[in-house]
């Protein structure tokens, strides 16, 4: 066995990471409360950030670690196959009573990634089952992000998360973006422009035909591309024409469930409830990793049955509905319920979209700038021949010198803080990224 040196940063590879860069000067992370992180060099950085999109409750709250103590001492392990526990039932129930409509039957992972793999399975099984075994195609959208498993990346649309990876799964396309500056530059919440790109689905409808469609996938907002809020009325209009053509609808809301978007669910605020909706991250606002799909009655009905020792869908994970998730799950959920922390988000939606936009005064090389929710993307004019250069050096700036984390997402730079975040704060964020966007920017 060869010793291990201490503080040897060598052998961890970092993910979605210039590893080179950061082991340079590390941003490490060290401790966690509220709304805050602190550094090993003892500073209090303000997260902007819920983490990764995920700590919507905010940090280290007592009643999420002590429903995870409890539970690790009293059941550490139990088999999610032909075996079941509790609190993964009671984890269950909670997250499909906050669903909108007959999502009624939660089907547990660990991840975002996990998730959509399931539910992409789940479609398939759906349609096999019902003697329609030919729709096995999958229609994702441009710029779309849905986690990094070959199914995931070959739905989604980002471009770098791709091309290194082969020919990806057979048998997808993609609808348009429905990014348009042109149109939409400097909204807030939902551009009216867009909605009429919907109806691209019906010429991939055309060119494919129906019986061979089995999904189509979107984030009801494009999360991780920079926020891409959907246009007015584009929701609803493929949820129409998935239905007239028998194509499931799955809304991808990893990013956008549990609080995001001011409701329980992308679903709930535009009324428009999919066929199969994949969540993660703020389902235990970060403590565990947790993920899973919520599908509607009509898609488990046509799944589930058979004789007594029948399986019927040959799918799932040793960890699914892990005891540690469940707990903190629930633990999570009553945090949500008890501070209404839902409703805190879409009272929150307006001053945080006014301090946003007033970036856009102070700083003239942000380009674009696009808020829904709790949630905000800043574009900032690239440097040229050199994308990303600039949003990696103003997240690396608004740590070390400002105290503030951020996500990037090539030039763009984006806010998602937790759920809990007071004015103060959002007040404080938006000042700090615009100085940051002009230390970098001139
Ligand atoms: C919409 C969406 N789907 C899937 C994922 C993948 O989740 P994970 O990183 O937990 O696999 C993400 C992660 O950001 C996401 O935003």
Not at 343 to 364: I, M, N, Q, T, Y
Request: glycine share 10%.
């Amino acid at each position: 066995m060869s010793d291990v040196a201490p503080n040897d940063l060598g052998p961890l590879w970092m993910p979605f990471t210039p590893n080179r860069s950061f082991k340079e000067r590390p941003r490490m992370i060290t401790r966690a409360e509220g709304m805050h992180y602190y550094s090993d060099d003892g500073r209090k950085v303000l997260d902007g950030s819920a983490g990764l999109w995920c700590c919507n409750a905010g940090h280290s709250r007592q009643p999420i670690v002590e429903a995870v103590q409890k539970q690790i001492a009293e059941l550490d392990f139990a088999p999610s196959f032909q075996f079941g526990h509790p609190k993964a039932f009671e984890a269950a129930a909670r997250i499909a009573a906050l669903a909108p409509g007959d999502l009624n039957h939660v089907l547990f992972g660990n991840s975002g990634s996990e998730s959509v793999d399931s539910a992409m399975k789940i479609a398939m099984a759906y349609h096999r089952y019902r003697g329609e075994g030919t729709r096995t195609r999958f229609i994702g959208r441009e710029k779309g992000y849905h986690g990094v498993g070959f199914g995931g990346i070959s739905v989604g649309g980002m471009v770098n998360n791709r091309k290194f990876f082969g020919p990806l799964l057979a048998g997808t396309d993609h609808l348009p973006h429905t990014y348009n500056r042109a149109e939409q530059a400097f909204t807030k919440g939902e551009p009216e422009w867009g909605g009429h790109l919907a109806d691209e689905l019906e010429n991939i409808v055309a060119l494919h035909d129906a019986s061979t469609i089995a999904a189509v996938i979107v984030e009801p907002m494009a999360g991780s591309i920079g926020v891409l809020p959907p246009p007015k009325g584009y929701l609803e209009k493929l949820r129409a024409i998935c239905d007239k053509h028998g194509i499931l609808l799955i809304f991808d809301e990893v990013i956008c469930g549990f609080g995001r978007l001011g409701a329980s669910f992308a679903a709930e605020r535009y009324n428009v409830t999919p066929d199969l909706l994949t969540f993660a991250k703020g389902v235990t606002s970060g403590v565990v990793p947790m993920g899973g799909v919520i599908a509607r009655d009509h898609v488990f009905n046509a799944i589930d049955g058979g004789d007594d020792h029948e399986i019927r869908l040959f799918h799932g994970y040793t960890y699914t509905g892990h005891p540690m998730a469940s707990a903190a799950a629930i633990a999570t959920m009553n945090i949500y319920r008890d501070e209404g922390l839902f409703e805190r988000s879409a009272k929150l939606e307006r001053p945080f979209g006014d301090a946003c936009h007033a970036v856009r005064e102070k700083c003239a090389s942000v380009e674009d700038i696009r808020t829904l929710g709790l949630a905000v993307a800043f574009d900032v004019t690239p440097e040229a021949g050199k994308p990303g250069k600039r949003g990696y050096e103003i997240m690396a700036h608004l740590f070390h010198e400002e105290d503030l984390m951020v996500r990037v997402s090539g030039d763009t730079v984006c806010l998602s803080p937790p759920l809990i975040v007071e004015e103060s704060h959002i007040e404080e964020m938006t000042e700090k990224v615009a100085r940051g966007i002009n230390h970098i920017s001139v």
